[in-house]
């Protein structure tokens, strides 16, 4: 029977190409969907019909996903990190721009001498105004980047060309991403050293319960007055009453971001996207192979790869079937497993378990097809969250 692949919001179609038709089915509504594919949609627990059995984040943010319910459910979901890194390490290159010149202000104000018809009376009066759109260069400024994974990265190595100080902030930072990270790059011990030293400072960091509202009025009362904060990141990051005090202090002289809300709209000091950050063909692209290509071996071989609330883990197909077994994190379930498959001398072929905080994720390739009777026995044990059955060894 063919995989059903719920959409939620509109993929690439190069993405979707990677899913062939023959087993899969893609709509943007089902019922009883195998597998969820979305982009920013907010999900719902309820929306999560019991059918489903992994999620697919074409982006990097997972806030709009209910990853503790997936996890206790014993739903993987996948995300595409670093697939969109490089359209939004783009978009702040703007927003720097937009920050240090005039261009925002300047543009709308030559849009408003449609009235001039004389070109040399049109030059006199923009030469004569111009002076009102002065900027400064970034050159020789300071960058302070909160976040300094796949797209913090970029974004510090994009501003060392600019000729910029880049100082970065992150206490999570995997070793891979200091692996990636410009040597030019400078620590910053604490955030409010940063945000205070910084003449630039552009947020790269996930929201999560413990960032929500992390830029707060403490932070904000720390900036230099002619300093400019960025949020390519999300909106909850910043708390907003305390950044609309500070820009009417004029503690902080720009806020450029990609989440309008209706108290920013219309501010001078306040430049906003509509959350365009990863909207560019290229990124759109990356972000929907990726995810297809990871929903696509976690349905056939039970392989996982880039998932936010399970492990890592990836078995070669040698044969046979596999059960993908999902349990908690505690000791002798997987023997409890084995226990079934033994009393029925059904033969493991081969076998990786790998645990991640409180899931244990299984895959067991064995010779025999079980019984659907033996797989209700192991949906039954104690600690087992799901089980799965993968091909048929035809015997
Ligand atoms: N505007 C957009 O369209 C757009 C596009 C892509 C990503 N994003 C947002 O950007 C975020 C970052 O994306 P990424 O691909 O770089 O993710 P990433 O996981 O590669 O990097 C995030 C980094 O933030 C760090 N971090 C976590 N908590 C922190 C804290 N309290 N202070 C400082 N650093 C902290 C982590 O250690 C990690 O290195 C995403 O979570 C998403 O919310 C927005
Ligand atoms: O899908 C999008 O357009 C936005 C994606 C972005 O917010 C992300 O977290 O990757």
């Not at 060309?161 to 030019?184: K, N, Q």
């Not at 989440?259 to 929907?288: K, Q, W, Y």
């Not at 044990?381 to 799901?386: A, H, R």
Request: charged share 20%.
């Amino acid at each position: 029977m063919a995989n059903r692949i719920l959409t939620l919001n509109q993929i690439s179609v190069r993405g979707l190409d990677r899913l062939p038709r023959e087993s899969y089915e893609i709509a943007s509504e089902f019922s009883h969907p195998e597998a969820i594919l979305l982009r920013s949609h907010k999900l719902q627990p309820a929306d999560i019909a019991d059918s489903v059995l992994a999620i697919a984040r074409a982006g990097a943010g997972v806030n709009n996903i209910p990853v503790e319910e997936c996890t206790r459910r014993g739903i993987p979901v996948f995300n595409t990190p670093g697939a969109n890194a490089n359209a939004v390490k783009e978009l702040v290159a703007a927003g720097l721009l937009l920050g240090s010149r005039g261009i925002v202000a300047g543009s709308e104000y030559v849009h408003t001498l449609g009235e001039f018809t004389d070109k040399g009376e049109l030059n006199k009066t923009l030469e004569a105004n111009k002076k009102r759109f002065k900027g400064n260069e970034l050159h020789g400024k300071t960058l302070g980047v909160v976040g300094l994974g796949a797209i913090g990265s970029l974004v510090a190595e994009m501003a060392l060309t600019l000729g910029m100080e880049v100082v970065g902030y992150d206490p999570a930072l995997s070793v891979d991403a200091a692996w990636r990270l410009p040597s030019e790059v400078r620590k910053a011990e604490a955030l409010s050293s940063l945000f205070a030293r910084c003449d630039y400072v552009t947020l790269h960091l996930p929201v999560l319960d413990s960032t929500r509202g992390l830029v707060n009025a403490e932070l904000l009362s720390a900036m230099q007055p002619h300093a400019c904060l960025l949020n390519f990141a999300r909106e909850e990051i910043v708390d907003e009453a305390s950044l609309i005090q500070a820009l009417d202090a004029g503690q902080l002289r720009k806020y450029i971001a990609d989440f309008p809300t209706p108290a920013l709209i219309g501010r001078d000091d306040v430049i906003l996207t509509p959350h365009i950050g990863a909207s560019t063909d290229e990124a759109e692209d990356n972000c929907a192979v990726m995810a297809a290509d990871q929903l696509r071996d976690f349905l056939e071989n039970g392989n996982i790869r880039n998932s936010v609330n399970f492990p890592t883990l990836l078995l070669e197909r040698v044969g046979g079937c596999r059960l993908a077994v999902t349990n908690q994190n505690v000791p002798r379930t997987l023997n409890s497993v084995l226990t079934l498959l033994a009393e029925q001398n059904i033969n493991v072929i081969d076998m990786l378990n790998k645990s991640r905080d409180e899931v244990a994720y299984n895959l067991i390739d064995i010779d025999t097809t079980p019984p659907e009777a033996l797989l209700s026995q192991m949906r039954g044990l104690d600690g087992v969250t799901s089980v799965r059955l993968i091909g048929d060894c035809g015997k």
